[in-house]
């Protein structure tokens, strides 16, 4: 079974501060991907990357980076954390054409 | 830009009986359609993959259908129960970029 593990469930980080989010894959999926899902805006694509040192702009990429040095592992950056960062982060992994495995999201709230 | 939506946006069924999910979408140029379930504060769960060249698919008590020609594809659920209860949403790609998520439709199935 394919596991994809977010290093956090809950963060809580202030104003301006630098956050990196974990996610890990065992299953080595070229394909990962990174969301963000709020409440009446659904899921939104920030970021992905088809293969190590590959990263793609999704359609919020404003104010975060990403990095994909190892196949397994994709992280995101907040560069400067901001009160409208405050979500849930969504990580998922797949290979073309079969289905995104996603982990258990990291609820990020910024004060 | 592929365009994805769900409608209802909430269901409300007795327990054992039969429903019915649907999904819109605006690029049929799509190679495949995937629904998934969400738990209330987890992450995504894959329930079904449907290629572009399959008009179904089965996992026991789900059946999801494919119409590329009117951009449609249905979720059936067979003899609800109260464990059902979640959000369901679809997401289809569009050329070789990645998902684009429907809402989700919130399922409560009533005992």
């Known amino acids: 079974d394919v596991k994809v593990t977010q290093s956090s469930r809950y963060l809580v980080k202030r104003t301006g501060e630098k956050v990196f989010l974990e996610c890990v894959q065992d299953?080595?999926?070229?394909?990962m991907f990174w969301y963000r899902q709020d409440p009446g805006l659904g899921l939104r694509l920030i970021y992905f990357s088809y293969d190590v040192k590959m990263k793609e702009k999704g359609d919020i990429p404003e104010g975060y980076s990403v990095s994909r040095e190892k196949k397994e592992r994709f992280s995101l950056i907040l560069e400067s954390a901001s009160t409208n960062q405050t979500s849930m982060y969504l990580c998922a992994s797949s290979l073309r054409g079969t289905p995104l495995h996603f982990g258990n999201g990291t609820r990020l709230t910024v004060t | 830009k592929q365009e994805v939506t769900q409608i209802p946006a909430a269901l409300s069924v007795p327990e054992g009986e039969n429903l019915v999910l649907n999904c819109s979408f605006t690029?049929?140029?799509?190679?495949?359609l995937q629904w998934f379930r969400q738990d209330p504060g987890k992450g995504l769960t894959s329930l079904l993959l449907?290629?572009?060249?399959?008009r179904e698919q089965t996992s026991g008590r789900l059946n999801a259908s494919l119409d590329k020609s009117s951009g449609r594809s249905t979720l059936y659920i067979a003899a609800s129960q109260p464990g059902d209860s979640a959000t369901y949403l679809c997401?289809?790609?569009?050329?070789?970029?990645?998902?684009?998520f429907g809402k989700g439709t919130r399922l409560s199935v009533i005992a």
């Open positions: 997401a289809a790609p569009s050329g070789n970029t990645p998902l684009v």
């Open positions: 299953m080595d999926h070229e394909n």
């Open positions: 690029d049929s140029a799509i190679y495949n």
């Open positions: 449907i290629q572009s060249s399959q």
